[in-house]
């Protein structure tokens, strides 16, 4: 619909057709859907690396660095895309940009599973990234203008759920499938699910879009496209060097970060802006941005060495490893569509920065864990940052979509979607990082000590702790007496990365109670074309 549908034949109060008010959460469900697919995709992946780097007909023999950019070039599509795909959706329609981001996620799945070679994976999963950039934004953008005001936030509290379900169950569904099928079934298994939403979508789901959308901000899209590559390019390459002073690395943020700043000052002198920045003017606003932003740093930044930790430390299958993450997932599903209960009682500074420091005191408990601590206590504390993020997610996301005038609200879905996916790459990359470096220097002596070990193969085995254990496997019986210090030696780099991921959560908790509005603060909002309750819209009608 090329304009916003008419009430006409629904109950006086009604802000939106009757139609569409009683099918909203079967409209939910198509939403949830949509992003559990694009979500796991990525969490899927990570199992399957072991099984594409291995020779053909197995996996492709792909390499390490081809590993991490088939991984990367999703990333960095995805994050380059997001702003751009939102602002789409505001003009020529969210559910038209859902469909057509569906329809090519699906089709690069189909391409992706029967990639020929490493180089096609790369390709095909960069195809992948510029669909899901469309279907990100237009979910959310399309939940707001689909629910009145005061549903808002149990819709949302649904759809983040959602999120943390599917990081969670990716790892236990790629067990799965490559204990079946061959590697590419984590690709294919998308396909049914796009083919199912995108005929619910065309049923369900109904289409909206900025009405007055002004003229095409050519430039400040292209400079918000190169800028945010730019960066999230130079964030990535400086997570696989493992050193942010490389000069490509220093150049590509530098640049980014340039042209994104450039682009502020665009959109400000503009009288046609893509966004208003003056948003940022809003303390909660930029507070709920930060918030979002460090959360997944500390969210992602742990997933990856947990990873190693559960499988080359404690020795569990990649399936047993993705069982382990559940309680995260269970603490997300049973919390988040209830967090708008605390917040109306508390508010939404109060549980957000009781949520992020329960999140600071989770990853602080990972300093518990040992080569043979009980895998319980990993449990407790997975339970405790899923219940964590459960309060933080759902209220700073609600507080960024009201903050923005609805016909803007794809618009708004990209900046909280951009801001999450940039921490998550730099919450892998930096901590990742730490990680290295710190095992590395832990473990150097203990490889020295190897008698005829080249230096050459001493620097490769040091760079973590699957590198380590694979020249220990290849030296045989003496090889094993590298496998403790190895393991030793990851113990103490994850709790030096858990303390930094501890120390990130705090940040959040600073900015979160020092700028998030209080209990007081959160009435409605004020008639800007903001979203309203349906005897508001009524009225206005």
């Known amino acids: 619909m090329a304009t916003p549908p008419s009430t006409q034949g629904a109950p006086a109060g009604s802000g939106a057709p009757e139609a569409i008010h009683r099918r909203r959460w079967a409209i939910l469900v198509v939403l949830m859907f949509s992003v559990l697919v694009v979500v796991l995709d990525n969490s899927i992946l990570n199992v399957a690396m072991k099984t594409i780097a291995s020779p053909k007909p197995t996996g492709l023999g792909a390499t390490q660095s081809q590993l991490e950019w088939a991984i990367n070039s999703y990333t960095l599509v995805f994050a380059g895309l997001l702003f751009t795909a939102g602002i789409l959706g505001d003009r020529i329609g969210r559910k038209k940009v859902l469909l057509a981001g569906m329809a090519v996620f699906g089709v690069g799945s189909v391409l992706a599973a029967f990639s020929g070679s490493p180089g096609e994976l790369i390709g095909f999963r960069a195809l992948m990234g510029l669909g899901a950039a469309f279907v990100m934004p237009a979910t959310l953008a399309i939940l707001v203008n689909v629910f009145e005001r005061e549903e808002q936030a149990k819709a949302i509290g649904i759809w983040v759920a959602a999120v943390g379900l599917a990081i969670a169950i990716g790892p236990i569904t790629g067990g799965l499938l490559l204990e079946h099928f061959w590697w590419g079934s984590v690709f294919f298994v998308n396909v049914p699910i796009v083919i199912a939403g995108l005929i619910a979508m065309v049923v369900l789901v109904p289409d909206s879009r900025d009405p007055a959308p002004g003229r095409v901000d050519p430039l400040g899209v292209l400079l918000s496209v190169v800028g945010l590559v730019l960066l999230v390019y130079g964030i990535i390459k400086g997570g696989q060097l493992a050193d942010f002073t490389d000069a490509q690395v220093l150049g590509s943020i530098a640049a980014g970060l340039a042209v994104l700043a450039l682009f502020v000052v665009h959109e400000k002198r503009s009288d046609h802006p893509a966004i208003d920045v003056g948003y940022f003017r809003n303390p909660a606003f930029s507070a709920a941005i930060a918030a979002v932003a460090l959360v997944f740093f500390a969210l992602m930044g742990v997933t990856f060495f947990m990873v190693f930790y559960t499988q080359s430390v404690r ?227």
Not at 371 to 391: K, N, S, W
Not at 418 to 437: D, P
Not at 482 to 507: C, E, K, N, R, Y
């Open 315 to 541: 020795g569990y299958s990649a399936l047993e490893s993705g069982l382990l993450i559940l309680p995260l997932a269970v603490a997300q599903l049973i919390f988040a569509p209830r967090a708008r209960l605390v917040v109306e009682r508390f508010g939404a500074r109060a549980v957000c920065t009781c949520g992020m420091l329960l999140v600071a005191a989770a990853m602080s408990g990972f300093l518990l864990l040992g080569v043979d601590t009980p895998i319980v206590v990993l449990e407790v504390l997975f339970f405790a940052q899923g219940a964590g993020m459960a309060h933080i997610m759902p209220p700073v996301t609600t507080g960024i979509m009201q903050a923005l005038p609805r016909q803007k609200a794809g618009s708004g879905s990209a900046l909280n979607n951009t801001f999450r996916q940039v921490g998550g790459a730099l919450g892998v990359a930096v901590l990742g990082s730490v990680l290295s470096t710190a095992y590395r220097d832990r473990i150097g002596d203990t490889l020295a000590a190897v008698p005829g070990l080249p230096d050459s193969v001493q620097r490769s085995a040091g760079e973590s702790v699957e590198a380590t254990m694979g020249v220990a496997e290849k030296l045989g019986p003496k090889g094993q007496a590298l496998v403790g210090p190895a393991q030793d030696a990851f113990v103490h780099a994850m709790h030096i990365t858990a303390l930094g991921s501890a120390g990130v959560a705090v940040l959040g908790a600073l900015v979160v109670l020092a700028f998030l509005p209080g209990k007081e603060g959160s009435g409605p909002a004020p008639d800007d074309g903001r979203p309203q309750s349906r005897e508001e819209a009524s009225a206005d009608r």
